[in-house]
């Protein structure tokens, strides 16, 4: 089992640790988002280690198309192909059961998808994830879950919350199994359920009551950021996370924005993750504590200027915006993986100051105040 303690509070803020096989993890945290196990933007598991990078959260439903669990299984394991010294977690396939909509057809048993690489029928239910995610032999697997849109209706969303919860039993069930077993790479990993309800109060803090009294290993709350405005994200993750046990990790999944990093730590969420900086990067868009530059505006194009003073990662240690500037305008990848790993540092280190902050005391101060002078957007 996992060990999660808080080192300190700061209002609903926390700043704690969470002790794994593979090693501590120091909370709040940003995972990188390494789908079929690896960065998109060319940056490899040496680059994150410099990057600051504590988890990395890879995809049970990719890998098991490509290059397939058995062969990941007999390769070690996620962590020993890609040589990851850190942490990982495998989302379950279940945020498919979204964003394949068209391409799956949804049952009590699990469901079947059309492969989106060569249209071939997979099927993958509680059981099945579990066991893909025990080949994989990641830190943290997360339950088979539906993630339904925020927009659904509330008599489709009590039904599918429904089914979630019998599905996460079974998948408690199954993570048991594969843990017992003797060929079993990883005996330890960790289970995390998920949260689900769209945006009904009443209908979130109910599935919260439920998982939370089968003892797991952390917990999440999903179906976030898929339409519904931060507004209605923030007012979700105030009536939810109460309900969730305060002595183990909280996941927002698939958020976001450094400012919704900032106001969902206030909230008491200890889990991110989050495409944004890889995707953003690769497009030219990088953060800094000031708002987010477009490096394509032509504005950059005799800038001498690093793309943050004072940032420490290897794009700002060497190069100028009107160098990665040229190199975006050229095609070269080179430009899009400095944008990335700035990108992911900046990320990483945001989480630092975060921790620093709550441990401080003065977290809400500080936030509020970043908050601002990220909406200097320029």
């Known amino acids: 089992m996992g060990n999660y303690r808080i080192i300190k509070e700061d209002g609903r803020a926390k700043r704690g640790e969470l002790t794994t096989v593979h090693g501590v993890i ?3 945290v940003f995972m990188n988002v390494a789908t079929v196990g690896a960065i998109k933007g060319a940056v490899s598991t040496e680059d ?3 990057l600051g990078t504590q988890v990395v959260l890879a995809n049970t439903y990719h ?18 192909f890609m040589d990851c010294r850190v942490p990982m977690l495998t989302d379950s396939g279940g ?29 993958m239910g509680p059981e099945e994830s579990i066991r893909i995610q025990s080949h994989l032999a990641s830190t943290i697997a997360m ?10 209706e509330r008599g489709y969303v009590e039904k599918s919350v429904d089914r979630t919860t019998r599905w996460l039993v079974r998948c408690k069930k199954e993570m048991a199994r ?3 077993l003797e060929e079993t790479l990883n005996r330890e990993q960790l289970l995390f359920g998920i949260n689900q309800g769209a945006v009904f109060d009443d209908i979130r803090i109910r599935h919260a009551r439920e998982i939370k009294d089968m003892d797991l290993d ?5 179906g976030l950021a898929v339409g519904e405005t931060h507004e209605e994200m923030y007012h979700v993750l105030d009536v939810t996370v109460p309900e969730l046990p305060k002595d183990k990790p909280t996941y927002l999944m698939g958020v976001g924005t450094p400012e919704n990093i900032l106001e969902a730590v206030a909230r008491g969420v200890d889990f991110f993750d989050c495409v944004y900086p890889t995707r953003n990067g690769r497009h030219g868009h990088v953060y800094t504590a000031h708002g ?23 794009a700002c240690r060497r190069y100028s915006r009107s160098y990665i500037r040229h190199l975006l305008k050229s095609g070269e990848m080179l430009g899009l993986r400095l944008c990335v790993m700035h990108n992911l540092w900046f990320y990483n280190h945001l989480m630092s100051d975060i921790r620093a902050a709550i441990e401080a005391g003065h977290y809400h101060t500080w936030y509020r105040e970043r908050i601002d002078a990220m909406r200097e957007e320029r």
């Open 218 to 222: 952390g917990y999440a709350v999903g």
């Open 63 to 80: 890998l098991h198309l490509r290059p397939g669990d058995d062969l990941v299984y007999r390769m070690g394991g996620i962590r020993e």
């Open 95 to 123: 945020f498919q059961v979204f964003s394949l909509a068209e391409r799956r057809r949804i049952t009590e048993a699990g469901v079947t998808f059309s492969a989106h690489t060569d249209g071939r029928k997979i099927f």
């Open 143 to 152: 339950a088979f879950d539906e993630c339904p849109s925020s927009r659904a």
């Open 292 to 314: 987010h530059l477009n490096l394509l505006n032509a504005g950059y194009a005799l800038d001498n200027r690093p793309l943050e003073e004072g940032c420490g990662c290897p």
């Open 178 to 180: 594969m843990n017992s």
């Open 48 to 50: 994150l280690e410099q």
């Open 26 to 28: 120091q909370t709040p």
